[in-house]
């Protein structure tokens, strides 16, 4: 079966500290691979997307996710994080098969202290 | 990237009544799409809308209880109908950047949060 896992319901970071949210998936095919965050009572927010090519990401807000096939993961990574990075984030897989529809992970909360 | 609002905001409504949600785009995007996400949990989609198509519901999910309307390439509905407790929930509304291709971004509304006393 086709799916996404976060395997983390949450992570707690300093602010300064780098951050990783993690992020591994199983499809048939290429995987076309997203991040999204979501704000307190806002939609989601595109973040950054792996379609093919270089295997680091660079995404919005300084976000980095780094696809690794072997390891079939794409873990969302800042270098220093932000209190304002405080979210909820989530990866995202889309399927080339029934009509390109997208599956999403369960979410993972991110806390960023000051 | 597409801009989308989405009216209501929120609401409280009573079970057994039934509330529209509305969808605007601010372009023409080929296809829309309709979530329903509990708060703090997954996305779960519920229907996939093309303009000039009968839209097409994931499993679990009926036009009966959820008819959505596609008039134009800017605009969707989505009615939840004889809502009970259980329908309570943040319905969002989504597009893609593209052409349908497994590629495609998609982008989201605010959301509307619904409570059914």
């Known amino acids: 079966a086709q799916s996404v896992a976060q395997p983390e319901d949450q992570v707690n970071v300093a602010e300064g500290n780098p951050l990783t949210v993690k992020c591994t998936y199983s499809?048939?095919?290429?995987?076309?691979l997203f991040w999204y965050v979501q704000y307190p009572n806002r939609g989601l927010q595109f973040l950054l997307k792996y379609i093919t090519g270089d295997n680091l990401v660079k995404g919005s807000y300084g976000f980095e996710a780094e696809f690794n096939k072997s390891q079939t993961s794409f873990h969302l990574k800042k270098p220093s994080a932000l209190v304002s990075d405080s979210a909820l984030y989530f990866c995202a897989v889309r399927l080339e098969t029934g009509g390109f529809k997208t599956i999403f992970g369960a979410g993972t909360r991110l806390f960023v202290k000051a | 990237s597409a801009v989308i609002s989405q009216k209501p905001s929120r609401d409280i409504c009573q079970r057994g009544t039934s509330l529209t949600i509305q969808c605007q785009v601010d372009s023409q995007v080929t296809m829309m799409f309709w979530y329903r996400q509990q708060p703090g949990q997954s996305l779960t989609l519920i229907a996939t809308?093309?303009?000039?198509?009968?839209?097409?519901?994931e499993s679990g999910f009926v036009i009966d209880k959820f008819p959505i309307s596609r008039p134009n390439l800017t605009f969707s509905t989505l009615t939840v109908s004889n809502m009970s407790p259980e329908d309570s929930s943040i319905y969002l509304c989504?597009?893609?950047?593209?052409?349908?291709?497994?590629?495609?971004?998609?982008?989201f509304g605010p959301g509307t949060r619904l409570t059914v006393l």
């Open positions: 499809v048939s095919g290429n995987p076309y």
């Open positions: 809308a093309n303009q000039g198509s009968e839209a097409t519901y």
């Open positions: 989504s597009v893609e950047d593209g052409l349908a291709g497994a590629t495609d971004t998609q982008y």
